[in-house]
């Protein structure tokens, strides 16, 4: 069957465009905005997609969005589309995924909930994000519904968050990128958060006893109704996170803005000094703001490996705007 994958050259990407607006349901984003498809599909001659070919024809692609420069890196699943009557097919393609492109590890942000025991089936391992907060203390909420003001003590930063204006700041004092998986780089970090088209991302170091051992991105949120502060990647060993502790306050202030949350796996949130959205949490937390939707939104994934596994919400296709 490996026979019968192969990779999508750029200069057959109208093929790819077709089948997906064929099949996919919707118009596609990523796959109709040039722009975007450039920004994560194109790697120079080649497409960042797989497809399976079935009595001659394209029945099932698969595209994914590289966490490095290098070949072989370790990679995000961002489109699984397949014919109708073709799911055997798609398990087939994703299930070769990892072997076709060399990655180490391999993942995707916000899959469907249903979808989950396909991914078991495949030997991979599905979960949920978690989703944490920290409420600025204030008289009234705009956009959360604060049922329980519940805001966690917190100590004095024994860390400095130093805010890094381009890649060439960065380079110049962070270069601890094997302490998670999956592994990025510098040139993921300039392309996702320094060059993406549509956000303005801001990136911080974590310096604890004169090192930068830790990165951390924020996106500010504006709406009609006021600002949010997301927290929407960390690169750095998962056991360093809780070095933010004491830092959040100061940012929701310096932007003003309502709370700060994260969507996030494989760090501890309350050691920052967040609180965790679970079940008994009678507060919403919005994810959508442009337009306004006050309700709580989870979001699930997989990974093949879950071993140093840190996964934040910009992980893959996510922390983008819906241009329709």
Known sequence: MSNNIKRLPLCEKAKLVEFMNTYWGSI???????????????????????????????????????CAEKENSDIWVSIWCAKKGKNGLGLTLMGKMQEMTG?????????????????????YHPDELKHYYRL?????????????????????PVTKLVEFSDIEEVKANFDNFGASRPQKDYWYINRRYFNYPHYEYKV?????????????VFRINESDEGRVLRLVDYIGAPESFGDLNGHIDSL?????????DCYCFGVEGEKAGFVLRDSKDTNIIPNYLNPLAQENIDYYFFTTDTENFVMFKADGDQDRKNLG
């Open 28 to 66: 596609h984003p990523l796959i109709n905005n040039d722009q975007l498809f450039e920004h994560y599909y194109v790697d120079g001659e080649w497409t960042n997609f797989y497809y399976l070919e079935d009595e001659g024809e394209m029945a099932v692609v698969c595209g994914y969005i590289k």
């Open 103 to 123: 990655a180490k590890i391999m993942a995707c942000n916000n899959i469907r909930k249903k979808t989950m025991n396909f991914y078991t089936f495949l030997g």
């Open 136 to 156: 600025r203390d204030l008289p009234e909420y705009k956009m959360a519904v604060v049922n329980s003001k519940n805001i966690t003590e917190c100590s004095i």
């Open 204 to 216: 911080y170091g974590i310096v604890k006893n004169g090192n930068c051992d830790s990165l951390v």
């Open 252 to 260: 929701m202030q310096q932007y003003n803005c309502e709370f700060c």
